[in-house]
């Protein structure tokens, strides 16, 4: 009842693990998708082992989360491996990669083996990465072209909140020949530790996540369903099934599930058990509810 194909992936389920959790290695991908994830994306790789940010690194907020890595990575050369024992989790497993410049994408996706390809042009704290080029059309264009060259499987362009129209990014991203859009990664945000006046963070400021952000998501969302020909992935403070049910109304073909993951591992099983609830209970089907909020 929830299996579908995304982007030529076949999907048991619409509800994956999105980057950046549990993804660096190949037996923490493994044990999500035996938990029940439909699909797993990796930890963000580079070209070359990234140490990361100083701590702190990460902190809880009332709303969420605040964090500011850095990308860190052992560099695609180093991570296939960490792929494979991924695979033996039975879903596909999507790596997700960053760079500089169009060159170092094509590079990394010429290179590894993976299912699909998350392109990270949407970290808000990595200098000279991530949102620092995602918020110019016309790079996430040539970045997205490089990389449907140098690779045969599908390509998704993740993007960033932290722009004033992400309409005319995920256009961008289409026109370069993405299979799909992911929306959101974090947002920018900042904590102070009002005892010694320093910013709690060793970047000074990172990305916010968790249930915080998940209107600013749901709209997002919405915006690029409008536009686009190609299939939005929701992600973004989805924390239940409700949660994953309104990304799909809002235009949503699958969802991705981060720091949710860390309170309870068994998320992906139980929110598509209740989704399936939910729909048999309503006389729905998946397709019947992509989208529904826009029929308004």
């Known amino acids: 009842m929830l299996s579908l194909t995304l982007a ?10 999105a980057a950046g959790i549990m993804g660096t290695t190949g037996e923490s991908l493994k044990r999500i998708a035996e938990s029940g994830a439909g699909a797993v994306v990796t930890k963000s790789v580079g070209i070359e082992p990234k140490a990361g940010h100083s701590n702190p690194s990460m902190i809880e907020v009332d709303c969420g989360y605040l964090n500011a890595m850095g990308l860190p990575n052992p560099s695609y050369k180093n991570f296939q491996d960490e792929i494979d024992e991924a695979k033996k989790g039975g879903v596909p497993v999507i790596a997700s990669i960053f760079g500089g410049c169009s060159l170092d994408f094509s590079e990394i996706a010429g290179a590894l083996q993976a299912d699909a390809f998350e392109l990270n042009v949407s970290c808000p704290h990595a200098h000279g990465y991530g949102a620092e080029i995602g918020t110019d059309p016309d790079i996430v264009e040539d970045v997205t072209r490089a990389v449907k060259s140098s690779t045969k499987v599908p390509v998704w362009v993740k993007l960033t909140p932290n722009v004033t129209d992400i309409k005319s990014i995920g256009l961008a991203a289409q026109r370069g ?24 963070l060793g970047n000074k400021f990172g990305g916010l996540s968790g249930r915080a952000i998940k209107p600013v998501a749901i709209k997002c969302v919405y915006d690029l369903y409008d536009v686009l020909d ?13 949660d994953a049910i309104e990304f799909i109304m809002a235009g949503a073909r699958a969802v991705e599930i981060g720091s949710a993951v860390g309170n309870n591992i068994n998320i992906f099983s139980e929110i598509s058990s ?12 998946l397709d019947e509810i992509y989208g529904m909020a826009h029929e308004v």
Do not use: Q
């Open 8 to 17: 030529g992936l076949e999907l048991r389920n619409p509800i994956m693990l």
């Open 177 to 200: 020949g993405a299979d799909a859009v992911v929306a959101i990664n974090t947002i920018r945000g900042m904590a102070i530790d009002i005892e010694s006046g320093y910013p709690i």
């Open 274 to 285: 209740c989704m399936e609830a939910f729909l048999e209970e309503k006389e729905w089907t």
């Open 230 to 242: 190609i299939p939005v992935i929701g992600v973004g403070g989805i924390s239940d099934w409700k």
